[in-house]
């Protein structure tokens, strides 16, 4: 298919391409492989903050903090468990890391709370561009599926609880390789998942960190900068950014 009929499909679906906004530094002088496949950060497709929704409710007026501190030792458990040859799967590891950031905010959660709490990660809303953009890239024949830090079953509820498990050509999580992003290990599964060359699979980041990861195993690399945060000061950069996945379409057809 050629890259003016991808464009036709894909601003079909709802209005997707709009005004495109894509920015930053494009492919390598010389052309950029055919793209077969794309690889998401689940984040690039479901809202993260529904878990600081979910959380409200449990600590009233302290959700955005404890959030945070979550958030931040999640990163640093699942990284030291790779580090140190520990590894435990997200799941565990987000548990635990609630249990730091409660406690250190001095809540005490109930079991129940607790439960609630860490099944809110796999309770997210997609965002609204979400479905017709995965709809879109199928009709074209692209081979699609999350590359996840996120445990199998996690993966496997949260796309169920949307109705989109059936988009998707895998369901890769890196715990088959016992590791986490931005580990190449994790990144490696893509390939060997939907039998395609990295080169030929666009892998779009939610996180600047996971940009920078992506960017450096080899995949051409889209930072889909939802919240339009600050870049990260790395040596590595995604060859292009952008805000709605309509700017990812452009990217992926150019």
């Known amino acids: 298919m050629s890259r003016r009929q991808f464009l036709r499909v894909v601003a079909g679906a709802g209005g997707l391409l709009g005004a495109c906004r894509t920015t930053g530094a494009q492919p390598p002088v010389g052309g950029r492989a055919e793209i077969r496949a794309i690889c998401f950060d689940l984040f690039t497709l479901f809202d993260p903050r529904g878990v600081e929704r979910a959380a409200e409710a449990v600590a009233p007026g302290q959700a955005a903090e404890l959030c945070r501190d979550w958030r931040v030792r999640q990163f640093e458990y699942a990284w ?10 997200f ?3 987000t548990g635990e890391a609630l249990d730091y950031a409660a406690g250190a905010r001095g809540l005490s959660l109930s079991a129940a709370e607790r439960r609630r709490l860490v099944a809110a990660y796999s309770e997210l809303t ?11 890239w199928r009709r074209v024949g692209l081979r699609l599926a999350p590359l996840a830090n996120y445990s199998p079953a996690m993966l496997d509820r949260l796309l169920t609880h ?4 059936d988009l998707f050509d895998d369901q890769i999580s890196t715990d088959r390789a016992r590791t986490y992003k931005p ?3 994790a990144y ?33 690399t889209f930072w889909l900068n939802r919240l339009q945060v600050a870049p990260e000061a790395l040596s590595a950069a995604a060859h292009a950014t952008g805000a709605t996945l309509a700017d990812l379409a452009a990217f992926v057809a150019a």
């Open 80 to 89: 030291l468990r790779a580090t140190a040859d520990q590894y435990r799967d």
């Open 91 to 93: 799941e565990f590891v």
């Open 126 to 136: 997609p965002w609204p561009d979400t479905r017709a953009a995965l709809d879109a």
């Open 162 to 165: 949307a109705g989109l498990a």
């Open 183 to 185: 580990s190449p290990r």
């Open 188 to 220: 490696a599964l893509g390939p060997t998942a939907l039998g395609v060359p990295r080169e030929q699979i666009v892998f779009a980041a939610f996180g600047g960190w996971d940009a920078a990861g992506a960017a450096w195993y080899g995949f051409p």
